[in-house]
């Protein structure tokens, strides 16, 4: 069972959202399927199946949302000495051909945002960055060639999903 690393705001997010769902949709569903039920003949009651198909779709949220927090790891990227990319480090890299700058955050798959410099510590890019140290060189083979980077700064700063 491969763990999930997330920040415990994810975390939380995630147990809010899984207790809502169990707690408050499941009777809400279950209410209007009743009431359609009532309605009479199922076969062309387009209430009730539009109630049971988002009932298919909340439980199989549930059983998603059970199976990610069950393999939640939570890590605090703050206590982490970041001497080193790891999880939560902020990376800056200098493109070795166009001289230009790009920042990312490394995060889990949940928060993972590839357009605010997010990016989840599955990706290539992340793999290729884990483990290494200011002043080291590392290469990609991306959709439009292959790429290197010189690491300029590793380092914290508090991340915001």
């Known amino acids: 069972m491969e763990k999930v690393p997330m920040l415990e705001s994810t975390f939380r997010k995630l147990s809010e959202e899984l207790e809502a769902l169990k707690n408050v949709e499941r009777a809400a569903i279950a209410k209007v399927i009743d009431e359609a ?23 199989a949220r549930i059983t998603e949302l059970q199976d990610l927090l069950s393999r939640a790891q939570v ?10 990319v790891s999880f939560g480090s902020t990376v800056v890299l200098i493109d070795q051909e166009s001289d230009e700058e790009v920042c990312y955050t490394i995060v889990g798959v949940q928060e993972s945002d590839p357009s605010r410099g997010l990016i989840s510590i599955q990706s290539p890019m992340a793999r290729a960055l884990l483990g290494k140290e200011e002043g080291e060189e590392v290469s990609l083979q991306l959709p439009g060639g292959r790429k290197s980077f ?4 590793i380092s914290y700063r508090p991340i915001e999903v």
């Open 150 to 153: 010189d690491i300029e700064e």
């Open 37 to 59: 039920r009532a309605l009479g003949d199922l076969k062309e009651n387009a209430e009730y199946h539009a109630a049971k198909e988002k009932q298919g779709l909340m439980e």
């Open 75 to 84: 890590i605090d990227p703050s206590k982490l000495a970041h001497e080193r």
